[in-house]
């Protein structure tokens, strides 16, 4: 899978069956392999980056294919500058139960995602500073790369993906809270939405994520397949963002 324009090869592609739970990433020569049973035969394989415009190809046709996909124009979003001194605030699960954790493993070196519905304050618009995460523990490795992707609440659940670009950090995989600093992103949201952690696969062995988590703090979601279908959990994974407004 390479670059339209430059003929790098695309790393971290999200490949895979929408809502089917079969896919895998791009590794980070841009090469994936996927195996499908003669039930796919009709479906069409979708390969979703944040920097490229989707590209859909006919599982049947899908063989041995060098994946050329095209950038997508750049749309900066708009920075409202004011002197107004800002408040800041924490929204999402900011603790954990120590007799719970959501668990799972990626199969076929999938990602790993989990998702959190955070309601922002009325008639503001937030950025979001920090992405923070807990780990019970970790992976077997000692780090991994990580995504954070934001999509729309659609009626509680999470919905299409809003892009501010490629938000990937490699981190140091220990037990406690795991940070991601958007400082150099423009993330501006003005209504509900969900925060989605993706864990990257090392392309050698299968990731085991334990996850903090607690019962009564909202709703969240997990799925272990590039573009596969979200599974409600019980409770909510305890992940929060930090936002200023």
């Known amino acids: 899978m390479i670059d339209s324009e430059t ?8 490949i895979g069956v929408i809502n089917k739970n079969k896919g895998t990433v791009s590794d980070p020569d841009g090469k994936f392999r ?12 979708t390969i979703s980056h944040v920097i490229y415009k989707t590209a859909k190809i006919p599982i049947k046709n899908s063989k041995n294919l060098v994946i050329t996909l095209q ?10 500058v004011t002197n107004k001194k800002k408040k800041k605030r924490k929204i999402g699960v900011k603790s954990y139960n120590p007799l719970l954790w959501v668990s799972t493993v990626s199969d076929e070196m999938d990602i790993i995602e989990s998702s959190k519905q955070i309601n922002i304050p ?3 618009t937030v950025r979001v500073k920090d992405v923070n995460f807990y780990l019970r523990r ?19 659940s999470p919905g299409e993906k809003i892009v501010f670009g490629n938000i990937i950090q490699r981190k140091q995989v ?7 600093n958007l400082e150099k992103h423009a993330v501006y949201l003005d209504e509900d939405f969900f925060v ?3 864990i990257i696969p090392d392309f050698k062995n299968p990731r085991e994520i334990y996850m903090g988590a607690i019962l009564t703090k909202g709703k969240g979601f997990m799925r272990t397949s590039s573009l596969g279908k979200w599974e ?14």
């Open 7 to 14: 003929n790098n090869p695309v790393e971290f592609a999200n």
């Open 34 to 45: 996927i195996k499908f049973p003669q039930g796919f035969a009709g479906d069409s394989l």
């Open 71 to 80: 950038p997508n124009e750049n749309q900066l979003s708009e920075v409202v």
């Open 122 to 124: 009325n008639n503001k």
């Open 138 to 156: 970790g992976f077997g490795t000692d780090s991994a790369f990580v995504r954070i992707n934001f999509y729309k609440d659609l009626d509680g």
């Open 174 to 180: 220990e037990q406690g809270w795991v940070n991601i």
């Open 196 to 198: 989605g952690v993706e």
């Open 232 to 245: 409600k959990v019980n409770g909510a994974q305890s992940i929060n963002v930090e936002v200023e407004y």
